[in-house]
């Protein structure tokens, strides 16, 4: 897999040269990968700075003329035909700039917080970057030391494109007044600053769901988790944002063939599987059209002693609520191939689809089946992680499992 990436080492030595930012090159990593049979290539790197920090580059393929063009704002390797951007340069995002900047970001944050602080006045910003995907979408943690209080306020913000932005903009205030009662507690929704692209929203304390897996409370808890995602999905809210799924088949076809292409030794498999998992999406029944998370896995299901808290609502939209409970089965999958956590697999399952219908339970079992083939790819997108190749091994067999078996 690695030969198809770029040699770190030429990534190195064209940094070393051109990159003068006190990194330790000699530890520089891929933080995640998307490459493609028709030359695309995007890299996210990852590097220790000076004083320990992690600094960012995001890396394209680009033409010998688009690399010129662009040398003046990014760095550009003739040799390796890379583009570097260095975080918080965003060709997509231009507002990571300000909204990485502790100082800049006190008196907006002063502004788009006063009508839930009374006018109070911050004396300080902290600012950590939590997830950051090139052109795409930043979400960032936010350590505010208001004048008048003891102790400092956490509040976090999603930066993100314009028109993903403005699509998104009042979809969690939507979706927590049609939530009341709702088993999973959701972050509030404190401001957006239109500029920046920047939604800003609360904190919700508790531990992800996925640090429970060997507890004994597991189980259960993925039963009550199951139960409230059901109850999720039956809200009566209506989103702007919506998921076609017309375009599954194709987006399914692309991710095969770049998968394919990136782990090469099991290309025949992956193209096979490919090939089944279309055709099995294509005769599935049809989805209602509900309220989706859209990215719904127990690392975004917080546990707080009994109270449960779902967060990471960026995603959510209208579309099909087996996707959903496919894709924490996928990843409740490979938790159990690697801590034995089966149980809350199948107590997470059951407890939703004793409240669902039959056609619910048809289109969980392909979209699982999906699921479980698109997390093999995300597996290999991560190259330096320690078992990227042995994981997607798990999820490909689990993938096949299904398709053969069922769930």
């Given at each position: 897999?690695?030969?198809?990436?770029?040699?770190?080492?030429?990534?190195?030595?064209?940094?070393?040269?051109?990159?003068?930012?006190?990194?330790?090159?000699?530890?520089?990593?891929?933080?995640?990968?998307?490459?493609?049979a028709d030359g695309s290539l995007r890299v996210l790197y990852e590097v220790p700075g000076r004083g320990g920090e992690v600094l960012r580059l995001a890396a394209r393929r680009v033409s010998p003329d688009e690399g010129r063009?662009?040398?003046?704002?990014?760095?550009?390797?003739?040799?390796?035909?890379?583009?570097?951007?260095?975080?918080?340069?965003?060709?997509?995002?231009?507002?990571?700039?300000?909204?990485?900047?502790?100082?800049?970001?006190?008196?907006?944050?002063?502004?788009?917080?006063?009508?839930?602080?009374?006018?109070?006045?911050?004396?300080?910003?902290?600012?950590?970057?939590?997830?950051?995907?090139?052109?795409?979408?930043?979400?960032?943690?936010?350590?505010?030391?208001?004048?008048?209080?003891?102790?400092p306020e956490i509040a976090y913000a999603r930066v993100a494109r314009a028109a993903r932005f403005e699509r998104n903009r009042d979809a969690l205030r939507?979706?927590?007044?049609?939530?009341?009662?709702?088993?999973?507690?959701?972050?509030?929704?404190?401001?957006?600053?239109?500029?920046?692209?920047?939604?800003?929203?609360?904190?919700?304390?508790?531990?992800?769901l996925f640090t429970l897996v060997e507890t004994p409370a597991f189980p259960r808890l993925c039963a009550r988790v199951g139960a409230a995602l059901h109850e999720f999905h039956q809200l009566?809210?209506?989103?702007?944002?919506?998921?076609?799924?017309?375009?599954?088949?194709?987006?399914?076809?692309?991710?095969?063939?770049?998968?394919?292409?990136?782990?090469?030794?099991?290309?025949?498999?992956i193209e096979g599987l490919g090939r089944t998992l279309a055709a099995a999406l294509a005769g599935a029944p049809p989805p209602s059209r509900r309220l989706v998370h859209g990215d719904f896995h127990g690392d975004n299901v917080l546990v707080d002693g009994e109270r449960l808290a779902l967060v990471d609502l960026e995603d959510c939209a209208m579309g099909d609520p087996a996707d959903d409970v496919a894709l924490n089965w996928a990843q409740l999958t490979w938790h159990a191939a690697r801590t034995g956590g089966g149980p809350g697999r199948e107590a997470f399952l059951h407890a939703y689809l004793a409240r669902s219908d039959a056609a619910t339970a048809e289109r969980v079992r392909v979209r699982a089946a999906i699921q479980c083939f698109l997390n093999a790819y995300q597996c290999v997108r991560h190259p330096e992680a320690p078992a990227a190749v042995e994981d997607a091994q798990i999820m490909l067999a689990a993938c096949e499992r299904v398709l053969e078996r069922g769930l």
């Open positions: 897999m690695r030969s198809r990436l770029p040699d770190l080492e030429g990534v190195r030595g064209f940094l070393r040269e051109s990159w003068d930012a006190g990194a330790a090159l000699d530890r520089l990593g891929i933080k995640h990968v998307r490459a493609g063009r662009a040398a003046g704002s990014a760095l550009y390797a003739p040799d390796l035909g890379l583009l570097f951007h260095v975080f918080p340069a965003d060709r997509r995002l231009p507002s990571l700039a300000v909204a990485t900047d502790a100082r800049a970001m006190r008196p907006v944050l002063e502004a788009a917080l006063a009508g839930v602080r009374d006018g109070a006045a911050l004396s300080a910003v902290g600012v950590e970057v939590l997830r950051y995907k090139p052109e795409r979408k930043c979400l960032l943690r936010y350590e505010l030391h208001w004048e008048d209080a003891a102790a939507r979706i927590r007044e049609a939530a009341d009662g709702l088993a999973f507690t959701l972050p509030e929704s404190l401001a957006v600053v239109p500029h920046l692209g920047m939604e800003l929203f609360s904190h919700v304390p508790g531990v992800r009566r809210v209506v989103l702007d944002a919506e998921r076609d799924p017309a375009g599954d088949g194709g987006a399914l076809r692309r991710s095969a063939q770049d998968f394919a292409w990136l782990l090469g030794a099991e290309a025949a498999r």
